[in-house]
């Protein structure tokens, strides 16, 4: 099993920077990928990036690219999310999930088995 916690979101002006953290427990000693989501109001929960378990590999959704950069330390079994030039348009709960079956990050969320409990990014304009 993996219990996963998000950390470090809050509310910011548009055009400035947050850093999630997503600290994991547990079952750590597995090999898994990680993959940042997030869901706003109304809406569906939607792909953000996903990182390789090595750290070596990762993807973004298209609305981040440039903008968010996703990182992790195996040691502190922790994964990153780095946000900088906030929009509006990216307010929103963050979620962390794990994919134990996987080395390498998915675009899909039904490849995660673990999820956190959710951070809110709030971006004002």
């Known amino acids: 099993q993996v219990q996963l916690v998000e950390s470090g979101g809050g509310l910011v002006q548009a055009g400035g920077s947050l850093r999630l953290s997503c600290a994991a427990s547990?079952?750590?000693?597995?090999?898994?990928?990680m993959g940042w989501f997030r869901q706003a109001v109304g809406k569906k929960r939607e792909f953000v990036g996903a990182?390789?378990?090595?750290?070596?590999?990762?993807s973004y959704a298209d609305s981040v690219k440039g903008r968010f950069t996703i990182s992790k330390d195996n040691a502190k079994n922790t994964v990153y999310l780095q946000m900088n030039s906030l929009k509006p348009e990216d307010t929103a709960v963050y979620y962390c999930?794990?994919?134990?079956?996987?080395?390498?990050?998915?675009?899909?969320?039904?490849?995660?088995?673990?999820w956190g409990q959710g951070t809110q990014v709030t971006v004002s304009s």
């Open positions: 999930a794990a994919d134990p079956g996987n080395l390498f990050g998915s675009r899909s969320l039904v490849e995660y088995d673990y």
């Open positions: 547990g079952r750590t000693f597995s090999r898994y990928a």
């Open positions: 990182i390789s378990w090595s750290g070596g590999s990762t």
